[in-house]
């Protein structure tokens, strides 16, 4: 709400002190007889003196409600705008009379002016949760590691995040992503494993728009979450960025929330918010239906489960090192255009040497956008070529003709954005000592298992452009697992194989020379180093040719 020095000014100017409290509490009942909170409505409080009439503003909270303490005296209370609601506009507009006892005022439908809203009938209706919705994003963000992402919420203006502590782990790297442009810096200030909470920080200076998640509070009259109630979550599942997703709540527990809200991977650690628009869990996972219909149920640990981590990170704020203040790099928001995937499916041969290579313990690949859709089609090229050896390359007409239809290319191609991704899988190897008994057996006609194992771990990656580390838009780790058993091999291991993701200028042959470094857990300070092929440079800069003709 907002005080206006007006106040002061009728304050002195009845020579009473301020101080007699006025509640406010804005409610309307819709059609279905649902009671709804009136948020963010901005209501005039007036009274008129000898030499002019002075004006306070408040604004009711997510509950609907406001409150203001005023001097003794008669005044006018009066909406600043109509309110639109199911079709009609509504607008209070009635006498105060401030004695020495506290005032309680009720906006209803019983003494609100009720006018026909303008212009032509709706043609859908936008309920509260689409109302929070809109305004309540601005406090979610996109939460990056290098284990991949999820969602997380800003709890206070100091810059505190509340997320999930499995979507952070381990990471060395940790951001958080406002919208398309704006992702900066963020570091980890206490976690509880148990719980599945961490608290993180991050200069939010920058970011002009962001606001602070409202949380509920436990009252015995107002509960935060009510069985049956509709609930919402705001997330970023899958590639998608701020999507809301509703529900019901099925039961509250004592730790957690047990709703039918559909959470996928990367709603993980995003706010869940009851019906008034308040923070009351933490989305953290979910339960397929398996065999059965519909989506399963979802569980969402209750933000009172938060609390002491969150003292935790407080304390720790005063003695932590402050995260950096600047923009991270982000994905292009352009599409990678998909003239470039119909030349190269054209190509009878596609040489793919140029984007793998051997480097130390690790197997290298650099995947453009071109890369990525020829491989995706390599099988379907295979089955035109034996289809029309059956036909004898005869034209049919309507026959299947990949190049021609390219309507699930295209949206294929829309869904992915031109940057350049650099794999290093470590490769596998065969112990001394299995090797030697095998050669011994094999001496002798047997045939035996061939025992392989991960020669090494990957720990992190360095891209020079010249002398220049480029940094990555996102550095990822992936689990990397495997479980074969043959009569020839024997493979039972795990490990991480590294996910860097660059911009398309980030390989150019301006750089003069492009080396890649790769580390690993067991020499983390020793890079394993390798100056990239001309041919390589020059094939992956090629690739982006189109994407840079149409000015991006």
Request: a positive charge.
């Amino acid at each position: 709400m907002r005080y206006y020095i007006a106040l002061f000014a009728l304050s002195f100017a009845c020579g009473q002190p301020t101080g007699i409290p006025v509640k406010f509490q804005a409610k309307l009942v819709d059609a279905e007889l649902n009671v709804k909170a009136v948020p963010k409505h901005v209501l005039q409080v007036t009274r008129s003196t000898p030499d002019r009439q002075l004006v306070l503003e408040v604004t009711t909270d997510f509950d609907g409600r406001a409150e203001v303490s005023l001097p003794a005296g008669e005044y006018r209370v009066q909406s600043k705008a109509s309110l639109d609601f199911q079709r009609k506009t509504y607008r209070w507009d009635l006498p105060l009379v401030v004695q020495a006892q506290p005032v309680s005022i009720e906006l209803s439908n019983d003494n609100a002016r009720i006018g026909a809203a303008e212009g032509p009938s709706p043609t859908r209706v936008i309920d509260s949760l689409t109302t929070h919705f809109r305004s309540l994003q601005a406090a979610v963000f996109t939460v990056w590691s290098e284990f991949g992402h999820g969602t997380g919420f800003l709890i206070d203006k100091d810059g505190l995040i509340v997320t999930n502590q499995h979507v952070i782990g381990p990471s060395r790297h940790i951001s958080v992503q406002f919208d398309e442009r704006r992702r900066i810096p963020a570091v980890l200030l206490a976690s509880d494993s148990e719980k599945d909470v961490a608290v993180l920080w991050a200069d939010v200076s920058s970011i002009e728009d962001v606001i602070v998640a409202p949380i509920a509070t436990d009252d015995v009259l107002y509960p935060p979450a009510v069985e049956g109630e509709r609930v919402f979550t705001i997330g970023s599942p899958l590639s998608q960025r701020k999507i809301m997703t509703s529900g019901i709540v099925s039961r509250v527990e004592e730790r957690a929330i047990i709703s039918d809200i559909n959470i996928n991977q990367g709603n993980s650690g995003g706010p869940l918010f009851n019906s008034t628009g308040k923070v009351i869990g933490i989305a953290t996972f979910g339960e397929g239906g398996g065999m059965r219909p519909g989506p399963g149920i979802s569980g969402i640990v209750r933000i009172e489960e938060a609390k002491t981590t969150i003292a935790k990170a407080r304390e720790k704020m005063p003695r932590a090192a402050r995260p950096e203040k600047r923009f991270l790099p982000v994905e292009p928001t352009e599409r990678f255009p998909i003239e470039s995937v119909k030349a190269t499916l054209a190509l009878e041969k596609f040489d793919s040497r140029p984007y793998l290579f051997s480097q130390g313990d690790f197997e290298i690949a650099v995947i453009t956008p071109v890369l990525k859709y020829r491989l995706q089609a390599a099988g379907e090229m295979q089955a035109l070529k034996e289809k029309k050896k059956r036909s004898k390359n005869a034209e049919i007409q309507g026959t299947f003709q990949p190049l021609d239809d390219l309507r699930s290319w295209a949206e294929y191609a829309g869904g992915y954005r031109p940057t350049i991704m650099i794999r290093a899988t470590p490769k596998l190897h065969e112990g001394f000592w299995s090797g030697l008994n095998r050669g011994l057996a094999a001496n002798q006609g047997i045939i035996t298992q061939a025992k392989l194992r991960f020669k090494n771990d990957f720990y992190r990656m360095d891209l020079l452009c010249g002398d220049k580390v480029v940094e990555p838009i996102h550095p990822s780790k992936v689990a990397h697992v495997v479980n074969e058993r043959n009569r020839l091999v024997d493979i039972t291991d795990a490990t991480y194989e590294g996910l860097y993701t660059y911009s398309p200028d980030a390989i150019a042959p301006s750089c003069g020379s492009v080396v890649l470094k790769v580390y690993t857990e067991k020499e983390p300070d020793k890079a394993q180093a390798k100056v990239l092929d001309r041919k390589t440079v020059d094939r992956v800069w090629s690739d982006f040719a189109t994407y840079r003709s149409t000015g991006k």
